[in-house]
């Protein structure tokens, strides 16, 4: 089982149907993406000497040689680190370092500082800048034969975002990678031959990701000009390329919205926007669906089990008849088709619906385990299921409710207080546009409920209004004892709130 395999049928079945395109101009064919990928895995086994196994790395922003790298490692037997583009060339060097990456590819922005970096990497043989002539001459030897490749065989080693310590490297195989590419199908997405995905979101993560999918259908993919995210860009070139699909965090939606509201562009070549990777609040998926149409599926999944977990489809965004649809809105769905979902007690025994607990997933999807870290696998695998250090409930027809993250969970003289529940009441604030709760230390109740909110342009909120609403809509003791209004809430590279920051900055304040 080698996921290149997808490739090599698409260009033989498929050959003439665009594969690759940058901005308004197609680069590729099936055809030609098919053979580029099988001469560049050729020179990596070569020209670089690499072998069955080994890893390079991907250190660039979106770019078509992002797409050809990806397969041609795949093709020639070996494994992809993607780094995120936005990381210090120092945190870069850990992965690398931790990896055992032997080549990293890499743009022009980010060559130099690699470049600086390579003697201080032991097992780092090179650095080479896509757009060299050094990465052009890799494209003329005679084609590759597709690698044999074991079903549990490294397809790509995902770095976990490291907010509470060194970053994590997460064993992707190409079964896991396969079981994925299988669920976007049945679970998320139908897509058809001649559609396309725009990859403005980092394809070091979740657009990356989605690759396999659209290749299996043969279908278009879009890099951006900008080699990232820019509203106006998304929808222009949603006019150029039929039936877009993309993947985009929450807050990526939010501008979206903004800017379809303020502009009005035309929406009809805007297939799908799957939006994962943080929580959606009730309210802003509301609001998505009233400016953009239902065009909206959200997906709930891990590093650990990529896009993989829930799914709440286009049928359950639409279906607002149904007695349950705001639950439904804002719960993360049900669990996608190759896997099973469990809410747990800390012993792992099953919890009745509506009661909250640890989620833990199992199936083909879920990685094969951390690089090099035994004991970090074990715990998070025990049993034979993910834990995945979330909470949630299930309910009575199965959709999943995410309240946070265990570390995030507040505890408020003995009772239990979810982030989230007290963020989606704030939200219903006119004024408010994003809030954050966390927990601070408090002498007699263990800890108190504190709010950052950031207003909205041209809108207000003050604590009394903000009390006013949490007291009609939750239990007393779950109101937030203190807000703090700030002009933007920490976050990290993929849009996620940083509430290690947000608790840090509590702990700096004088008593």
């Given at each position: 089982m080698n996921l290149a395999g997808l490739l090599a049928r698409a260009g033989r079945v498929f050959p003439d149907a665009p594969a690759l395109a940058l901005?308004?101009?197609?680069?590729?064919?099936?055809r030609g993406l098919a053979r580029t990928c099988a001469t560049r895995g050729a020179a990596l086994r070569t020209r670089l000497r690499l072998d069955?196994?080994?890893?390079i790395a991907l250190f660039m922003a979106n770019c078509p040689a992002y797409v050809e790298l990806t397969w041609a490692a795949w093709w020639a037997g070996l494994a992809l680190v993607p780094i995120n583009a936005k990381l210090h060339a120092r945190e870069a060097e850990y992965i690398l370092d931790h990896s055992g990456t032997r080549v990293c590819f890499v743009d022009a922005d980010r060559a130099q500082a690699i470049g600086a970096l390579a003697a201080t990497v032991p097992g780092l043989e090179r650095t080479i800048a896509v757009e060299s002539d050094e990465y052009r001459a890799l494209a003329g030897d005679p084609e590759l034969a597709l690698a044999e490749t074991a079903p549990d065989d490294l397809a790509w080693l995902f770095y976990?975002?490291?907010t509470t310590g060194r970053p994590k490297g997460v064993m992707l195989t190409h079964r896991n990678l396969l079981a994925m590419t299988l669920c976007y199908f049945a679970d998320v997405d139908a897509i058809g031959h001649g559609d396309s995905i725009i990859h403005a979101a980092p394809m070091s993560h979740g657009s990356g990701i989605y690759g396999p999918p659209h290749v299996a259908a043969?279908?278009?993919?879009?890099?951006p000009e900008s080699g990232g995210?820019?509203?106006a860009e998304v929808f222009s070139l949603a006019r150029v390329w039929p039936a877009m699909a993309m993947f985009a965090a929450p807050t990526m939606v939010k501008r979206l919205v903004d800017h379809a509201r303020a502009a009005r562009p035309a929406l009809d070549a805007l297939k799908t926007v799957v939006y994962g990777g943080g929580p959606m609040y009730l309210a802003d998926i509301q609001d998505a669906i009233a400016v953009m149409g239902q065009r909206f599926v959200q997906i709930y999944g891990q590093g650990e089990s990529p896009m993989t977990i829930t799914a709440l489809s286009r049928h359950h965004h639409g279906d607002a008849a149904h007695p349950r649809h705001p639950q439904r809105l804002a719960s993360v769905g049900v669990a996608q088709s190759c896997v099973e979902v469990r809410v747990a007690d800390g012993q792992?025994?099953?919890l009745p619906a509506d009661e909250p607990g640890e989620i833990l997933v199992r199936g083909d999807v879920v990685m094969k385990g951390y690089w090099q870290n035994p004991e970090a696998t074990a715990a998070a695998l025990r049993g034979g299921w993910l834990h995945t250090g979330d909470v949630g409930a299930l309910d009575e027809d199965e959709f999943l409710t995410l309240m946070d993250r265990s570390k995030d969970l507040i505890i408020s003289g003995g009772s239990n207080i979810y982030p989230r529940e007290v963020e989606e009441v704030l939200l219903r604030h006119p004024g408010v546009r994003e809030v954050s709760v966390v927990g601070r230390p408090h002498p007699d109740w263990g800890e108190e409920v504190v709010a950052f909110v950031v207003c909205r342009a041209g809108g207000t909120a003050n604590t009394a209004e903000l009390d006013a609403l949490c007291l009609d809509n939750i239990a007393r003791f779950k109101r937030p004892k203190s807000y703090r209004f700030v002009d933007s809430l920490p976050k990290n590279h993929?849009?996620?709130v940083l509430k290690t920051e947000l608790r840090a900055a509590l702990s700096r304040e004088d008593p």
């Amino acid at each position: 089982m080698n996921l290149a395999g997808l490739l090599a049928r698409a260009g033989r079945v498929f050959p003439d149907a665009p594969a690759l395109a940058l901005g308004e101009r197609v680069v590729a064919d099936y055809r030609g993406l098919a053979r580029t990928c099988a001469t560049r895995g050729a020179a990596l086994r070569t020209r670089l000497r690499l072998d069955p196994g080994d890893r390079i790395a991907l250190f660039m922003a979106n770019c078509p040689a992002y797409v050809e790298l990806t397969w041609a490692a795949w093709w020639a037997g070996l494994a992809l680190v993607p780094i995120n583009a936005k990381l210090h060339a120092r945190e870069a060097e850990y992965i690398l370092d931790h990896s055992g990456t032997r080549v990293c590819f890499v743009d022009a922005d980010r060559a130099q500082a690699i470049g600086a970096l390579a003697a201080t990497v032991p097992g780092l043989e090179r650095t080479i800048a896509v757009e060299s002539d050094e990465y052009r001459a890799l494209a003329g030897d005679p084609e590759l034969a597709l690698a044999e490749t074991a079903p549990d065989d490294l397809a790509w080693l995902f770095y976990t975002s490291g907010t509470t310590g060194r970053p994590k490297g997460v064993m992707l195989t190409h079964r896991n990678l396969l079981a994925m590419t299988l669920c976007y199908f049945a679970d998320v997405d139908a897509i058809g031959h001649g559609d396309s995905i725009i990859h403005a979101a980092p394809m070091s993560h979740g657009s990356g990701i989605y690759g396999p999918p659209h290749v299996a259908a043969a279908a278009l993919q879009v890099i951006p000009e900008s080699g990232g995210f820019e509203p106006a860009e998304v929808f222009s070139l949603a006019r150029v390329w039929p039936a877009m699909a993309m993947f985009a965090a929450p807050t990526m939606v939010k501008r979206l919205v903004d800017h379809a509201r303020a502009a009005r562009p035309a929406l009809d070549a805007l297939k799908t926007v799957v939006y994962g990777g943080g929580p959606m609040y009730l309210a802003d998926i509301q609001d998505a669906i009233a400016v953009m149409g239902q065009r909206f599926v959200q997906i709930y999944g891990q590093g650990e089990s990529p896009m993989t977990i829930t799914a709440l489809s286009r049928h359950h965004h639409g279906d607002a008849a149904h007695p349950r649809h705001p639950q439904r809105l804002a719960s993360v769905g049900v669990a996608q088709s190759c896997v099973e979902v469990r809410v747990a007690d800390g012993q792992d025994r099953p919890l009745p619906a509506d009661e909250p607990g640890e989620i833990l997933v199992r199936g083909d999807v879920v990685m094969k385990g951390y690089w090099q870290n035994p004991e970090a696998t074990a715990a998070a695998l025990r049993g034979g299921w993910l834990h995945t250090g979330d909470v949630g409930a299930l309910d009575e027809d199965e959709f999943l409710t995410l309240m946070d993250r265990s570390k995030d969970l507040i505890i408020s003289g003995g009772s239990n207080i979810y982030p989230r529940e007290v963020e989606e009441v704030l939200l219903r604030h006119p004024g408010v546009r994003e809030v954050s709760v966390v927990g601070r230390p408090h002498p007699d109740w263990g800890e108190e409920v504190v709010a950052f909110v950031v207003c909205r342009a041209g809108g207000t909120a003050n604590t009394a209004e903000l009390d006013a609403l949490c007291l009609d809509n939750i239990a007393r003791f779950k109101r937030p004892k203190s807000y703090r209004f700030v002009d933007s809430l920490p976050k990290n590279h993929y849009g996620k709130v940083l509430k290690t920051e947000l608790r840090a900055a509590l702990s700096r304040e004088d008593p």
